[in-house]
């Protein structure tokens, strides 16, 4: 019998249930990618995503050939294309791996009627997640709205010592007549992905190397390296995590057996980084329950908030790394030039734009949403409602990071200040952080005068806060 794979959130070989499931049960399986964004709702992929998924779906193609298969790729509407699939591959069943954002979820829901109406069975199998999002929920039966307590929940559950599945027998089919990944149409038509090329390697195998390089490196003082944005302190794992090129279970099976066998010598605290896993489960969790928060305030009290107007020079300044604030403009130009950016980074920025600038979290959001290579819906938007302070856990509203003060305590030396402020490189240490201090430095430079005065600008957002609680 036959079966198809449905590729979506999961672009990888091993620890695929539903590929090791379909390749247990069937003597032919079809693994199919269909490239339909226009089910992704009004939060359709970016530019960054587009870049990274096209170098992804190339990987696994490329692994399943070298299996003996192929990734039948196409595009068009998902459910027309499973059914034409399997009509002309006498296909039975339909094996996937389930994603959890509101809008694939009603797709899915869908698309698993029709084809049942039509004699084809689904099987669906749980993402890359520890859990799936609603399985989670507190004493009452609701779920979750502070972190600790889901993460000592969770925590309870995961088990290392559960054997990640076998290698899944290789798929055998080979179909014709699909589309080339080219006709995809997911790279710029303008080369800028560069910087992109140069930082990131798609697929499962760049993922296992990320993971290689950060038991080597990095995972031995994670806890406090992490917030260093000079370092390659964290994982950099977000996307490939995103893409289901890798999995939690993986990661942390991986870590273990990396650091038992080169690091017998040092014990070594993994804990820190599976509570940042834990916050990537919990962001599902959220979304699962709270499907509106997309674009709606969680906290309905920010219902009534002022928000200024939409200031797009202002958006302009801040997108382009121009605002004349090094931290903001060093992240901000990371971002464009990488696709990634640090999270400590990333609280800056958004703290900058929804309190200093005082401009909705949505416009921060989208800005994200395009430029991101680890473009997240659960992540992303718990991220930017987090810091806007009207998200799950957030920190408060008055809680306003100060971008200097933050640059000199995790960036003291301005290495990454450095980094990506070329006109800011042979500034010294004693301006380098507030370079407005130096007027000479400016004219020199060509660094802009800082936009907004961030003393003031704090107080007015402290006072808008205040005006809307009544
Ligand atoms: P590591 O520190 O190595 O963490 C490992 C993994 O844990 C990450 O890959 C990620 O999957 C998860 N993780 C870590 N921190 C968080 C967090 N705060 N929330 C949820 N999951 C987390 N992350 C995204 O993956 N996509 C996004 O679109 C995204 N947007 C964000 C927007 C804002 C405004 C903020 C403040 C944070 C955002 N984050 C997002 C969370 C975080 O910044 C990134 O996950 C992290 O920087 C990725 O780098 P890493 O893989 O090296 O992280």
Known sequence: STAIVWFRRDLRIADNAALYQACADHAGVVPLYIHAPQEEGSWQPGAASRWWLHHSLQALDTDLRHRGGALHLRRGASLSTLLEVAARTGADTVYWNRSYEPASIARDTQIKAALREHGIAVRSFSGASWQEPWQLTTLEGQPYRVFTPYWRKLRT?????????????????????????????????????????????????GARDALELFADDAIGDYATARDVPARHGTSRLSAHLHFGEITPKQ?????????????????????????????????????????????EHFNPRFNGFAWAAEDPEALRRWQRGRTGIPLVDAGMRELWHTGWMHNRVRMVVASFLTKNLRQHWLHGARWFWDTLVDADLANNTMGWQWVAGCGVDAAPYF???NPVSQAQKFDPKGVYLRRWLPELRDAPESTLHEPWKDRGLLQQTGYPAPMIDLGLSRQAALAAYQASRG
Not at 172 to 188: F, N
């Open 157 to 205: 559950l995961i088990d290392a010592s559960e054997p990640l599945p076998a290698p899944a027998r290789p798929p055998a089919m080979v179909l014709d007549g699909g589309e080339s990944l080219g006709a995809l149409d997911l790279l710029p038509s303008i080369p800028w992905d560069g910087g992109m090329r140069e930082h990131w390697t798609p697929g499962e195998q």
């Open 251 to 295: 990661i942390h099976h991986g870590l273990l057996t990396m650091l038992r066998q080169r690091r017998a010598d040092r014990s070594v605290d993994i804990e820190p980084y599976l509570r940042e896993l834990g916050w990537r489960e919990f962001a599902q969790h959220w979304l699962y329950h709270f499907p509106q928060v997309t674009n």
């Open 399 to 401: 809680r306003v990071f």
